[in-house]
C-alpha cells in the first residue's frame, strides 16, 4: 500500500486533551511513523501535551509501554480497585459518599502520581533537540487567558512542571500554583489548539481528535491551508479510565485509524484496501450475484413482482438492492460500491470476523468462506446469503496486515471493540 497523503511535506500535528482517552493518539502515531510522515512542529492541550512530548522525544516503545502500564493510582492518589467500583457505579454506598466527600473537602484528586509520572517518564534532553516546535496551552487563572507555553526554551523543571499544568483536569484535579502562577487544564481554553500552529503560519497539519471534555473554539482555516483529521467513529471510553484494557484497545483502535485515513482505506467496520476496484467492479459483482440467484432471492423479497429471465438483473438494480441498501442503513444517494461493502461488512459481522487486519474485498470475501464451515446458510438475511454464495465462487487467501505491531498488540486485535 501507498499512503495516499504527500509524504514529501512536512505537517504540523495538533493533539487534542482527553484524559484516558489519550492512549488512541499513540496509536496514531504509530501508523504516522510507518507511512514516513514527517512531523514539524506540535501543538497540544492536556492529554494531548503530554503526547506531544512523547513524540518529540520519538520514542514510540516508550509511549506505548508508559499508557500500557499506567492505572488510576499512577495518576491520582487513589486506590485502583476502589476507583475502578467508582467509575463503574458499583461501589458500596458509603464508600461511595466518603469518597464524593473527600473529593469535595480537598478541592480535587491529589496527582502527586502524574507528577511522578512526568518526572520519570519525559526526557528533557531528548524533548530539547527535536527540530520542531514544540507547544502546549494552558489556562492561566491568574491571567485568566489561554497561554501558550513553548516547551523547548524551558529548564528541565519548568518541562515538567508545565506539562502538568496543561493535563490539571479541572475541577477534577487538585490544583497546585506552578513556577507561581495557577494553572488549569488546557482544554478551558482550546481543547483543539490548532490556531497555535496556523499563527505559525503551517500550511499541512493533522488534527488528531479524542473528543475529549472541553472548549473547542471555532477556528477559520485558511484557503491555502491543508487540514486532516484522524478522529474515532465510536467511543473511547471515560476520560479517567486509566488501566490497562482501556489503553490497549484504544492504542489498536487509534492505530488502524490512522491506517484508513492515511492509506485511504474504505469500510465502516472493517479496513478495505480497494486499490484499482472501480465502479464498474463493484456493478459487476451485484450483477454476477444477480445471476447467480436469479428468481429465489427476488421471488422471496418481492412475491407479486412479475418475474421475467430476460430482465433479472434489471430487477434485482431497482428493487432488491434499493431494499438492501435500507436494511443497511445506507444515505438515499448510495454508490454501488458501497452497496456492496456494506453487505460485505454486514455479513463478516454476523460471523464475527476479526475486524484488526487490513482487508481486500476478496481476502474478507475468502475469510466469510472459512467462517462458513459449520453454520447454515439458510439462516442469513438475503444479503448475507448473497455475499455468502459469492465467496464460494472465489475470495483470495492472501490478506494484507501490518508487522510491525508486537504479539501482545496483535493478540488484542482478536477482540471486537467496535
Known amino acids: 500500500m501507498k499512503p ?5 511535506r512536512e505537517y504540523g500535528l495538533v493533539l487534542e486533551g482527553g484524559g484516558a482517552k489519550g492512549a488512541y493518539q499513540i496509536g496514531v502515531w504509530k501508523a504516522l511513523i510507518e507511512a514516513g510522515v514527517r512531523i514539524k512542529g506540535i501543538a497540544g492541550a492536556s492529554v494531548g501535551g503530554l503526547n506531544g512530548a512523547f513524540i518529540a522525544m520519538g520514542d514510540w516503545e516508550k509511549a506505548k509501554s508508559v499508557w500500557l502500564n499506567l492505572t488510576y493510582s499512577k495518576i491520582m492518589d487513589v486506590d485502583d480497585e476502589k476507583m475502578d467500583l467508582f467509575l463503574k457505579g458499583k461501589a458500596p454506598l458509603g464508600e461511595a459518599w ?6 469535595i ?12 509520572m512526568i518526572a520519570g517518564n519525559v526526557d528533557c534532553e531528548k524533548l530539547r533537540a527535536f527540530p520542531g516546535d514544540l507547544n502546549v496551552v494552558s489556562m492561566n487563572l491568574d491571567k485568566r487567558e489561554e497561554e501558550v507555553i513553548d516547551l523547548k526554551d524551558k529548564t528541565d523543571d519548568e518541562i515538567r512542571d508545565f506539562l502538568l499544568a496543561t493535563a490539571y483536569m479541572a475541577p477534577v484535579f487538585k490544583t497546585e500554583k506552578v513556577q507561581g502562577t495557577h494553572y488549569v487544564d488546557g482544554g478551558t481554553g482550546d481543547n483543539v489548539p490548532i490556531d497555535v500552529l496556523l499563527k505559525k503560519d503551517y500550511k499541512d497539519i493533522i488534527v488528531v481528535r479524542i473528543f475529549g471534555i472541553g472548549f473547542v473554539r471555532n477556528t477559520k482555516i485558511p484557503e491555502d491551508v491543508n487540514v486532516l483529521e484522524i478522529a474515532p467513529k465510536r467511543p473511547l471510553g471515560s476520560i479517567l479510565a486509566f488501566n490497562e484494557e482501556n489503553s ?11 491506517l484508513r485515513v492515511l492509506y485511504g482505506l474504505s469500510g465502516a467496520l472493517y479496513y478495505l484496501d480497494e486499490e484499482g476496484m472501480d465502479a464498474i467492479y463493484f456493478l459487476s459483482k451485484l450483477a454476477k450475484m444477480a445471476e447467480l440467484f436469479g428468481e429465489s432471492i427476488l421471488t422471496e423479497l418481492f412475491p407479486n413482482l412479475p418475474v421475467k429471465k430476460e430482465k433479472l438483473v434489471r430487477d434485482y438494480v431497482e428493487h432488491v438492492y434499493p431494499g438492501f441498501a435500507v436494511t443497511l442503513g445506507l444515505s438515499p444517494d448510495w454508490s454501488y ?14 460471523l464475527k470476523i476479526n475486524k484488526w487486519h487490513i482487508y481486500t474485498p476478496d481476502s474478507l470475501l475468502f475469510a466469510i468462506k ?3 464451515d459449520d453454520t447454515e446458510i439458510r439462516d442469513f438475511p438475503p444479503f448475507a446469503r448473497m455475499i455468502i454464495a459469492d465467496a464460494d465462487l472465489g ?10 505491531l508486537t504479539k501482545e498488540i496483535k493478540d488484542e486485535m482478536e477482540g471486537d471493540y467496535t
Open 4 to 8: 495516499v497523503i504527500d509524504t514529501d
Open 98 to 103: 466518603n469518597a464524593t466527600v473527600n473529593f
Open 105 to 116: 473537602k480537598n478541592r480535587g484528586v491529589d496527582v502527586t502520581p502524574l507528577k511522578h
Open 248 to 258: 490497549r484497545k484504544n492504542i489498536v483502535y487509534g492505530y488502524f485509524s490512522g
Open 337 to 350: 460500491k458501497e452497496l456492496y461493502n456494506s453487505m460485505l461488512e454486514a455479513t463478516a459481522k454476523l
Open 370 to 372: 472459512k467462517a462458513m
Open 395 to 404: 475470495g483470495c487467501e492472501n490478506e494484507i496486515m501490518t508487522d510491525s
